[in-house]
């Protein structure tokens, strides 16, 4: 059942979007959590099984499972497997909370071109990955108003 999904769920990544093997099983399996297609708790199968399920690499498998795993989605737990999490990262905020709950084009009024550019785009609380996501600048702390 859950391969069937992570198979689904891939190929509709593939068609469209270019993306490599890893991140498309990562997005599905990622999708499968916060869909509760796999609950709190629930203990995923094995890297080989799972890569034999789904006919693909066991490092391909592996890299997407660490990488839920260095976000917090999943935990292992040694000599007994790789478990969803209890807490799994919630969807990212609106892009109108973010400033202290203002909406960034009433903060811009005073910032050169460069700084409403910068204070537009995506912030690190947006983020599925927040702390130390390279080429994002996090601007939620920096006082605009002043």
Do not use: W
């Not at 799972?50 to 917090?72: C, F, H, P, W």
């Not at 969807?91 to 973010?98: D, F, I, K, L, V």
């Amino acid at each position: 059942m859950l391969s069937e999904f992570l198979l689904a769920e891939m190929n509709r990544l593939g068609t469209q979007d270019a993306l490599p093997l890893h991140r498309q099983l990562y997005e599905a399996l990622r999708r499968a959590m916060l869909d509760g297609k796999l609950g709190a708790g629930e203990r995923l199968p094995s890297s080989r099984d799972l890569a034999e399920d789904l006919s693909l690499s066991r490092n391909t498998v592996v890299a997407a499972i660490n990488q839920l795993s260095v976000e917090g989605y999943l935990a292992s737990r040694v000599g007994s497997g790789t478990y969803v999490n209890d807490n799994v990262p919630r969807a990212a905020p609106s892009r109108g909370a973010r400033h202290g709950g203002q909406p960034a084009t009433l903060q811009a009024g005073r910032l050169s071109t460069r700084g409403i550019a910068l204070s537009t785009t995506f912030c690190a609380t947006e983020l599925e990955v927040q702390p130390f996501t390279p080429g994002m600048v996090d601007f939620s702390a920096f006082p605009v108003a002043l």
